[in-house]
């Protein structure tokens, strides 16, 4: 398998149509691999089966109940795994491995998966030439055609653009997260399939604080989600840290939480 980077944008392709892999009897790639606590899941497209890898490369069968020539995956925020599958569905199997029909598709052959930041999963239709669009209850309706001739990878970036792969006409489409689409890449391209993004570098998160009369104020950004404010009266170690019983209120583009000060001094940490 093939690998090229687009150095401008983080943006990655894999340049290649089918790749062998050995996994049971003859098992063919036709999708890209998705990590999930450090184990790597494969769609077996020839023998209908999700590979399980762990980090050490050891290998099992996650999942076979139901699919049909498996193609592109992709995890949830809760750990499901969806498998867009050659029977025209989308099929959704637990941690457990438990599957289930998350959506059918009317017309059409489909191709990458991926979940944007509200949890709707996107899927590359291939024969219809557009990117269609699931709700978490299964609701579908099309977002994107524009400029698409046989999109198959799909991948997002931190605002909330998608990029899609164009096998027919060797480009890479960009669209906005109003569906708007212009083109991303076109050199160097020939068959392009799946894509990822890799991951930014991680903003460092600064917490603030001043004083107002007989309050500390502490802020910290917005987009900093997922992050507890705790305090202690006394760091050394070994240090117990309380979380605040206060809300962080929104103030702008900054989470603020309003304490009393204390007369014995106080110290605040982030954690998440």
């Not at 164009?166 to 894509?195: C, E, H, M, Y």
């Not at 998160?205 to 987009?223: C, D, F, H, K, M």
């Not at 006394?234 to 103030?251: F, H, R, Y």
Request: charged share 10%; with cysteine.
């Amino acid at each position: 398998m093939k690998v090229k980077h687009i150095n401008a944008t983080n943006l990655i392709r894999r340049h290649a149509s089918i790749a062998a892999l050995s996994l049971g009897a003859a098992a063919l790639l036709a999708s890209p691999a998705v990590c999930r606590a450090d184990t790597l899941y494969v769609a077996n497209w020839q023998n209908n089966t999700i590979g399980e890898f762990t980090a050490g490369g050891v290998g099992s069968v996650f999942a076979s109940t139901g699919l049909s020539n498996p193609n592109g995956l992709a995890f949830d925020s809760a750990g499901n795994l969806y498998v867009s599958n050659g029977d025209s569905t989308i099929k959704k199997f637990t941690t457990a491995g438990v599957g289930s029909v998350f959506a059918s598709i009317a017309s059409g052959g489909q191709r990458g998966l991926a979940f944007d930041t509200a949890g709707n999963l996107c899927f590359a239709n291939f024969d219809n030439n557009t990117i269609e669009k699931f709700t978490t209850a299964g609701d579908g309706s099309v977002f994107a055609s524009t400029g698409l001739g046989g999109p198959t990878g799909l991948a997002f970036d931190g605002a909330g653009n998608l990029y899609v792969s164009n096998w027919d006409n060797n480009t890479i489409q960009k669209f906005t997260t109003a569906g708007v689409g212009s083109r991303f890449a076109n050199t160097g391209l020939s068959f392009p399939s799946f894509i990822a993004m890799r991951p930014g570098l991680a903003v460092p998160v600064y917490l603030s604080a001043r004083q107002s009369g007989s309050e500390l104020i502490l802020s910290w950004p917005t987009n900093a989600a997922g992050f507890t404010l705790q305090s202690n009266l006394n760091p050394t170690l070994p240090a117990t840290w309380i979380d605040s019983t206060n809300a962080p209120a929104t103030v702008g583009a900054q989470f603020t939480v309003t304490n009393t000060i204390v007369a014995s001094g106080q110290f605040y940490r982030l954690k998440k």
